[in-house]
Structure formats: C-alpha cells, structure tokens
C-alpha cells in the first residue's frame, strides 16, 4: 500500500529471496544453525541490491521485511541508496495475534510472537521510524508513515 503511494515505486518482498531457495532451504528457527543464518544474510543482501538497483533507475523500492536485533544496523549499511528512510511496524503482540487469528495463514513459523516482539523491542537498535500501528487500519499506517517521513530518514556519518 506504501509503494501504491509514491509516484514511481517497487515493492521488494525479502521473504520472496527466502523462497527461491528450493532445495537445501533452512529455516530460521530459534535454535538457529549457521546455515540458517548464513541464508538469511543471503536474503538481506539480495533485497538490499534490488533496492540499490531499482533506486539507480529512478525508482523507490519499499523493502519489507523482518529485520531484528543488530540485523537492522548491518541492513542499513548494506543499502547504498540515500536518502534511505526506515519504519519499524511495532504492533503490541496482543494486535499482532488478534491479527493472526484473521489471517488464513501463519506467519512467524516456529517463533513465538512474544519471542518476536521481545527481540524487536530489546534488541533491535530504535532508529527510523517506529509506529504502534496497533490501532490502526493498513490505510492509517501508510498515512503515518508518509506525514512522519522525516523521521523515518536514516543519517550515516561519512
């Protein structure tokens, strides 16, 4: 719906890089292997160079994806592209399993939700933009995402 907003945009979906692994794929459980993170990095660099390279041509890529902990920090740095505007979704889990129950698949796999939003809330470095969107309908969030852009832009020194 973000991506809908903006005069020329791609929507770039990092579980989509997750998928196209066909054999040999590991999953991200929370007893995790090297493998696992291994594919995981893979995943992040991949949709960091598609946003890199949608950006060279004039386009805005929205990326989505689920980056916690020191993840984000290294993400940020893997995309090229300034300006480069971050948002944190940050529901409370409450929301997050209301939501769950509509929806007409899972989500989170093996995780909990509370062991999500404990790793999002504790150890994920609070830059950007963060938005309890708890309240809000999908619409509500794009809006506050585009009048609060500002804060959402990340500044790395040189």
């Not at 007893?31 to 890199?52: F, I, W």
């Not at 993400?75 to 997050?96: E, Q, S």
Request: proline share 6%; hydrophobic share 45%.
């Amino acid at each position: 719906m973000l991506a809908a907003r903006l005069p020329r945009a791609a929507h770039v979906r990092g579980d989509a890089f997750r998928r196209m692994i066909v054999s040999g794929r590991q999953e991200l459980l929370p007893e995790t292997t090297a493998e696992a993170t291994a594919q995981l990095r893979l995943r992040y660099r991949l949709s960091a160079m598609v946003a890199d390279e949608y950006a060279r041509d004039g386009w805005t890529a929205v990326v989505q994806d689920v980056i916690l902990g020191t993840d984000l920090d290294e993400y940020v740095t893997a995309v090229n592209t300034r300006p480069l505007y971050v948002i944190v979704l940050a529901p409370t889990p409450a929301a997050v399993q209301t939501r769950e129950r509509l929806r007409p698949k899972t989500g989170y796999g093996a995780w909990t939700i509370e062991a999500l939003d404990q790793a999002l809330r504790e150890e994920t470095p609070r830059i950007g933009l963060w938005l309890d969107s708890s309240e809000q309908t999908p619409e509500q969030t794009v809006a506050a995402i585009l009048d609060n852009l500002p804060a959402a832009r990340i500044r790395i020194a040189p």
